[in-house]
């Protein structure tokens, strides 16, 4: 009964949410532009399979920091805090026991490369920001790996239904190397906006920079409009 009762606690605050941030959701430029630069047959948003700049690869490329962090599914915790009416500590349990979501979506890369139709399997940020509630005040969030890696991410963004934090891709364990045990997906955004071994999301009232966006990154990061540098 108490599984359940928190289920439909995070079920009745994900609509909350997703009505306070539709109309901002809907004017982003991976759904809303209507001039999107890019190739081939149109995404399930709208947009061009393809963004401008962009390879499709049948691989997938690692890139990092040069630091690769193993951690233990004992040892692995995500702190959800900051600007949130109930912040939470989780382990890999109570992460696993969150609703779980599985999606295809692409995944393309700042350094002109895309993988089209992923399967991943994982915990929407959505239910997450449900689960602690941000406040009326919270306008973005700073994500955190690791490895010492972070970055920004508008709360219109971060809300979509396709963003994850995924710990499974194509049926396996998503690889350490690729992020593992647990890093968030952006699939409407440039790839660098999803941190690889992620251990905590701090929801913010005002956006600070990120680690490239430190040195010259774009804030926004949409594929479609080539928006790579500030």
Known sequence: MEQSDKLNRIVEARMKLRNRFEEKM???PSLADERPMGTGKL???????????????????????????????AEWQLIVDGEVEHPVKLNWDEFMALPQTED????????TWS????NWKGVRLLDLAALVQPKETA????????????TN???EEALKPDVLLVHTVEGHPLPE?????????????YAWKGSKWI???EFLKENVLGFWEERGYSNTAYPWRNDRYS
């Open 104 to 111: 295809t979506s692409d995944f393309h890369c700042v350094t």
């Open 115 to 118: 993988k089209l139709n992923m």
């Open 43 to 73: 995404n399930r948003h709208g947009m061009p399979e393809i963004p401008v700049g962009q390879t499709e690869t049948r691989k997938w490329p690692v890139l990092d920091l040069g630091i690769q962090p193993q951690i233990p599914l």
């Open 139 to 150: 306008t973005h969030i700073l994500c955190y790996g690791y490895d010492d890696y972070t």
């Open 177 to 189: 190397e690729h992020g593992g045990p647990v890093r968030m997906i952006t699939p409407q955004l």
């Open 153 to 155: 991410i508008a709360l």
């Open 26 to 28: 809907k004017q982003t």
């Open 199 to 201: 251990c905590r999301i």
